[in-house]
């Protein structure tokens, strides 16, 4: 294990012979930081096996020479390095941060275990344009991680394949993490990807054929795209935006406080998918999860209502639990409509809402 550490203006580190850096391996790196000024003089070096590296803009080294990274993390910050001469990646951590750019063509095919990929900052870029196909962690100790955060954009135009295990997130406003290419989003035995979208962080898709992850969104999370399609295996959550076509075969879950999860476009609820909708809440146990699709809504599959722990219902209370442009189909089965307090509840379908209506049985 090593650390080369050169920031501030006149630190210099040579060593001139040095064109390998290998750290200690098993599961151990060692690290290297050139940074505000300082120097590095070296073989040149051509190779980096289990070595984290920070470069930013003002740090000076022979980073064109590379050509093997493995292993290890990349971070860039404030600038777009030449790494044109790169031509082996191999579980490699790469980090866009404070305005860098990463741009690493003629890669098509990947191995990404326990790694992250990640642009961090307003102006990050991270980009890999000819990048097909990720083989991600095989067990949940792998965790494979696709990131945008605090305005960073991560773009993968032509990834059609994630296989493995995946966490996709993007946080804060303008943060976007885009997979307009993806086709499929498999899991692994026992583990399900988690794709997470909040405080205006989007997750851009095209026309996924199979999503086999849980969907989170928050408030001013956005997911977009053509069509979206989610797995038997799946679970999707808001409140939060799905700006796409949207076929679920997954549970969409609505119990996170009295807010909405929107659909802008239309949905398909398959005969294997269930809608939770938990009512009672809010402090004064008038509200309810709401799914708003703004576009048709074709009904299938199971409706569950949930009753919140505090909420004692009364004969009267009303709660709207879905609304669309316009309805085909119904639930092919409902259940929880046995409240409390010996009252039951009773469907009340229109052609533009479902409101759950308590009664006496």
Same mark, same amino acid.
């Given at each position: 294990s090593f650390w080369i550490i050169a920031v501030g203006a006149g630190s210099e580190i040579h060593i001139p012979l040095i064109t390998e850096l290998i750290g200690p391996g098993d599961g151990d790196t060692a690290d290297m930081n050139v940074e505000k000024e300082g120097r590095l003089v070296a073989g040149p070096i051509t190779r980096m096996d289990h070595v984290d590296f920070t470069l930013d803009e003002t740090g000076v080294m022979p980073i064109t020479a590379i050509t093997e990274l493995s292993s290890g993390e990349l971070e860039i910050l404030d600038f777009a390095p030449d790494l044109s001469n790169l031509t082996t990646l191999q579980n490699q951590s790469l980090v866009a941060r404070s305005g860098g750019t990463i741009l690493l063509p003629g890669f098509s095919n990947l191995n990404m275990a326990d790694v992250v990929l990640e642009a961090n900052g307003q102006g990050s870029l991270l980009i890999l344009p000819d990048l097909e196909h990720i083989n991600g962690g095989q067990t949940v100790l792998e965790t494979t991680t696709l990131r945008a955060l605090q305005g960073g954009r991560v773009d993968l135009p032509k990834l059609t394949t994630l296989s493995g295990d995946f966490l996709l997130s993007s946080t804060a406003d303008d943060s976007v993490l885009s997979l307009k290419a993806l086709e499929q989003l498999t899991n692994i035995e026992n583990a399900k990807a988690r794709i997470s979208s909040s405080n205006g962080g989007t997750i851009e898709f095209g026309s996924p054929t199979l999503i086999r992850g849980d969907i989170r969104t928050s408030l001013t999370g956005m997911i977009t795209g053509d069509t979206l399609t989610t797995g038997d295996e799946s679970i999707i959550q808001g409140p939060g935006a799905i700006q796409t076509d949207f076929v679920s075969q997954a549970i969409i879950r609505l119990n996170n406080g009295a807010e909405t999860l929107i659909v802008e476009g239309n949905v398909e609820l398959d005969t294997s998918s269930r809608l939770e909708i938990t009512i009672g809440l809010g402090t004064d146990r008038t509200g309810n999860g709401l799914l708003q699709v703004t576009g048709s809504a074709? +009904?299938?599959?199971?409706?569950?209502?949930?009753?919140?722990? +505090?909420?004692?219902?009364?004969?009267?209370?009303?709660?709207?639990i879905v609304t669309y442009g316009s309805k085909t189909g119904n639930f092919s089965a409902t259940e929880g409509l046995d409240l409390k307090n010996n009252l039951v509840g009773q469907l009340e379908i229109t052609d533009q809402s479902i409101t759950l209506n308590v009664v006496a049985p």
């Amino acid at each position: 294990s090593f650390w080369i550490i050169a920031v501030g203006a006149g630190s210099e580190i040579h060593i001139p012979l040095i064109t390998e850096l290998i750290g200690p391996g098993d599961g151990d790196t060692a690290d290297m930081n050139v940074e505000k000024e300082g120097r590095l003089v070296a073989g040149p070096i051509t190779r980096m096996d289990h070595v984290d590296f920070t470069l930013d803009e003002t740090g000076v080294m022979p980073i064109t020479a590379i050509t093997e990274l493995s292993s290890g993390e990349l971070e860039i910050l404030d600038f777009a390095p030449d790494l044109s001469n790169l031509t082996t990646l191999q579980n490699q951590s790469l980090v866009a941060r404070s305005g860098g750019t990463i741009l690493l063509p003629g890669f098509s095919n990947l191995n990404m275990a326990d790694v992250v990929l990640e642009a961090n900052g307003q102006g990050s870029l991270l980009i890999l344009p000819d990048l097909e196909h990720i083989n991600g962690g095989q067990t949940v100790l792998e965790t494979t991680t696709l990131r945008a955060l605090q305005g960073g954009r991560v773009d993968l135009p032509k990834l059609t394949t994630l296989s493995g295990d995946f966490l996709l997130s993007s946080t804060a406003d303008d943060s976007v993490l885009s997979l307009k290419a993806l086709e499929q989003l498999t899991n692994i035995e026992n583990a399900k990807a988690r794709i997470s979208s909040s405080n205006g962080g989007t997750i851009e898709f095209g026309s996924p054929t199979l999503i086999r992850g849980d969907i989170r969104t928050s408030l001013t999370g956005m997911i977009t795209g053509d069509t979206l399609t989610t797995g038997d295996e799946s679970i999707i959550q808001g409140p939060g935006a799905i700006q796409t076509d949207f076929v679920s075969q997954a549970i969409i879950r609505l119990n996170n406080g009295a807010e909405t999860l929107i659909v802008e476009g239309n949905v398909e609820l398959d005969t294997s998918s269930r809608l939770e909708i938990t009512i009672g809440l809010g402090t004064d146990r008038t509200g309810n999860g709401l799914l708003q699709v703004t576009g048709s809504a074709s +009904l299938g599959g199971t409706l569950e209502i949930i009753q919140s722990g +505090l909420y004692s219902p009364q004969v009267d209370d009303s709660f709207e639990i879905v609304t669309y442009g316009s309805k085909t189909g119904n639930f092919s089965a409902t259940e929880g409509l046995d409240l409390k307090n010996n009252l039951v509840g009773q469907l009340e379908i229109t052609d533009q809402s479902i409101t759950l209506n308590v009664v006496a049985p």
